[in-house]
């Protein structure tokens, strides 16, 4: 028996699709799954994240009870045996995703998450591809405006107006995860029933320390990061402008992990090349970017004669609140996502 | 059966209630007298235990269980909530307590708190109950200067607080976990059981959540004893409970009748039938989230415990032929679209396009596709959502789907 800051954990036997599994007490059917590499589609779990068991597709069958149970949530007991896969199962994650997917089904082309969507890949995965609904969230803020159309559309709320992160509610799925998540509580539910937005109060502009947490957990694209794509991909491209990468420590391992995700196995600096930076600098964990920054604007120009003014600094890294406060020198920011999302809009994944 | 039995609404049309003085005259108190005189709640438990009374909101859990519950954790600090969050469409029976013996539901509260050693009671009520929050506060004073409830509760040894606490008017606020989440000042939606209130409720304390009519029968178990309880009514579920009859009946309101009854005897006997010249079509039990109850069903015992339907919160809306099904069919579902919490996805997305479809089914526009999504919405709701609310939505519109063949 492991023992775990001084106290026994209690070990048992449990079945999964007629298959005798070991787990530990306090775990839950999803985690001896995971851990077991047995297949369970989630939305709303997030490892570390309170069990909201709200998005209803990780129902399992066990024998102790007719019910469909979430197994996010049910822990681990003696004697107990799980379905994983049956027709009812199937039929309740297909069901339930396509009460989701009637919101998204259409709009993955021009999508800020295209290929890199939780909902998207379960979509696929259970081929949800009917058409029963039409989508009925859409940009139709005021309330009179959408009781005239009686075309039965629910209000979508969009915030662009902070610096770091676009949220628009017509894509989320409220899973919570970003509520759960916020180290600054900025985030709660407004209005109820199928009116229900994730928001910040009284809908104001998200005004938080912008840690993106929130941005890295949402599974669609209710939550992305906000940046210029436009103007990022002229300076780019710019013959005469010259694109300077600062890479900030383990930037390299997150990107990759983004690109494993899309299933491309691209090498990071490749990547970056293809992507029309010039010059990449990777940064030591002690280094800081404005030192760096500042070697190439002054030294490094001074020494290949270059005017200062057509360098563009980008600062590869997973540190968005620096978007709401931006250093000198600094051009631009970009996450993990961003440069993934680069790379796909690139076509270079 | 005595249909002639009553407990809760014996004295309601003789005099004003609402005084202290003409409660008491009529025994009011008497109960809480009795308890305080005794000072024995494991033998007030007990009776009520051996009365075998099923909790009046609507899911017949028996009381005594929840009590022996709470009475017996091992935490000091309990709480208990009386639930007037009464919502249900058609259903206005603890309303009709308040306006008419709040002071009984008052000393069922104070017994019930004091059985389970609680410090602290509270009354959630429905937010659009104003006029029923104010005589609450009326009688609440009244047997405060009584000295019924506050420190030394008749010169006993016994201390309770009791507190109006006014909800918004969500539905699903009468779920007790939500209603918990409620006065704790979250967001009034359903949290995950196990654990039940019963062991962390109220601020993680034991919290025993009863109906306020539950509590309205607890002064007649007391002075009178379980025994003679469990004598009256049916036999698996005693006790007498009160109906909302409504609907194309000729005299609608609230009657008290022994739990066992027929639904053709409480249409037909006591609500005096259908008016001239309507036909009777179907009733539903329960209020909006009712099963329907075609003609040749309705000797059908109206008790808790019945596997074909629920008799749930009591209310009996009679529909007659001349109703348009469909404008039916769109209350309904309007009522869960809007009163649904919105946490799982089953229930926020079922409810919303099931009153689409109920929408487009009263403009005689239906799919193919519609009818397809109707059966797949339906079997979503009752089987994967987070709490009943799902299962209840689901009721009435499976039943006009299977029993009245609208998609046909």
């Known amino acids: ?349 | 059966m005595n249909k002639n039995i009553k407990i809760i609404t014996k004295y309601w049309d003789v005099a004003d209630l609402k005084k202290i003085k003409n409660y008491e005259s009529f025994g009011g108190y008497k109960a809480l007298h009795k308890f305080i005189k005794d000072k024995n709640s494991d033998k007030f438990a007990d009776e009520i235990k051996n009365s075998s009374l099923l909790g009046r909101g609507g899911a017949g859990f028996p009381t005594g269980d929840k009590l022996e519950a709470v009475a017996g954790s091992g935490e000091k600090e309990r709480y208990f909530i009386c639930n007037l969050d009464e919502s249900e469409p058609g259903t206005y029976k603890d309303r009709a307590i308040v306006d008419n013996d709040p002071h009984k539901l008052i000393e069922g509260i104070i017994i019930l708190s004091l059985i389970i050693g609680a410090r602290k009671a509270f009354i959630y009520i429905n937010g659009n109950y104003g006029k029923q929050e104010e005589i609450l506060e009326n009688a609440l004073e009244e047997a405060y200067k009584k000295k019924y409830w506050g420190e030394k509760i008749l010169k006993s040894d016994y201390n309770l607080e009791i507190g109006i606490f006014s909800g918004a008017g969500a539905y699903i606020c009468g779920e007790e976990t939500a209603l918990i989440n409620s006065i704790e000042g979250s967001r009034g939606e359903p949290k995950m059981r196990p654990p039940y209130p019963t062991e962390k409720g109220l601020f993680g304390k034991p919290t025993l959540v009863n109906n306020a009519e539950t509590i309205s029968n607890i002064s007649w178990i007391v002075i009178y004893g379980g025994e003679e309880y469990a004598k009256i009514g049916s036999k698996n579920s005693p006790g007498t409970k009160l109906f909302v009859l409504g609907g194309a009946v000729k005299k609608p309101g609230v009657y008290e009748l022994p739990l066992g009854v027929t639904i053709r005897e409480l249409i037909f006997e006591i609500g005096g039938g259908l008016a001239k010249g309507k036909e009777f079509w179907f009733a539903q039990i329960g209020g909006s989230s009712g099963r329907l109850i075609m003609e040749k069903e309705l000797d059908a015992k109206l008790e808790f415990g019945n596997k074909d339907f629920s008799i749930g919160s009591g209310a009996i809306l009679v529909v007659d032929k001349t109703t348009n099904i469909y404008d039916l069919l769109l209350s309904w579902t309007g009522f869960f679209r809007r009163e649904s919490c919105g946490k799982c996805v089953p229930c926020r997305e079922g409810t919303f396009r099931l009153w689409e479809i109920a929408k487009r089914l009263q403009d005689g526009e239906i799919s193919e596709a519609d009818k397809k999504a109707v059966k797949d919405i339906l079997w979503t709701l009752e089987n994967t959502t987070f709490c009943p609310f799902g299962k209840f939505a689901a009721a009435a519109f499976r039943d006009a789907v299977e029993k009245l063949k609208i998609l046909k």
């Open chain 1, 1 to 349: 028996m492991p023992l775990e800051r001084g106290r026994r954990i209690m070990c048992m036997n449990i079945r999964i699709n007629n298959k005798i599994y070991e787990a530990r007490e306090e775990e839950t059917v999803l985690d001896v799954c995971r851990r077991e590499g047995i297949r369970i589609p989630t939305l709303c779990a997030f490892s570390g994240l309170p069990k909201e068991t709200v998005c209803r597709l990780c129902l399992v069958e066990i024998n102790l009870t007719d019910k469909l149970v979430p197994s996010c949530a049910f822990q681990v007991c003696e004697k107990l045996e799980v379905t994983t896969e049956s027709e009812r199962i199937n039929k309740a994650r297909r069901i339930n995703l396509e009460l989701l997917w009637a919101d998204h089904a259409g709009k993955c082309a021009g999508c800020r998450k295209n290929r890199m969507c939780e909902l998207q890949n379960l979509a696929e995965e259970y081929k949800i591809e009917n058409f029963h609904f039409v989508p009925r969230k859409e940009e139709i803020t005021d309330v009179e405006e959408r009781d005239l159309l009686k075309d039965n559309k629910s209000r979508v709320v969009i915030d662009n107006k902070n610096p770091a992160i676009f949220r628009t509610t017509e894509y989320c799925i409220e899973c919570r995860r970003c509520i759960n998540i916020c180290p600054d509580k900025a985030f709660g539910f407004n209005h109820r029933a199928g009116d229900v937005v994730v928001g910040t109060p009284y809908e104001k502009t998200l005004d938080c320390s912008f840690c993106g947490k929130c941005v890295e957990v949402c599974p669609t694209a209710a939550l992305t990061d906000q940046n210029d794509f436009g103007k990022i991909i002229k300076d780019l491209d710019n013959l005469k402008k010259m694109a300077v990468a600062v890479v900030d420590w383990e930037m390299e391992k997150g990107v990759l992990r983004q690109l494993k995700n899309m299933k491309s196995q691209k090498n990071f600096d490749d990547l970056l090349t293809e992507l029309g930076f010039e010059k990449i600098i990777n940064l030591s964990k002690e280094e800081t970017k404005n030192e760096a920054i500042k070697n190439i604007k002054a030294d490094y120009a001074r020494k290949e004669k270059i005017n200062p003014e057509s360098i563009v600094i980008f600062f590869i890294s997973n540190k968005i609140e620096k978007k709401a406060n931006k250093d000198e020198y600094l051009d631009y920011i970009l996450s993990e996502r961003e440069i993934a999302r680069l790379a796909r809009d690139r076509k270079i994944i």
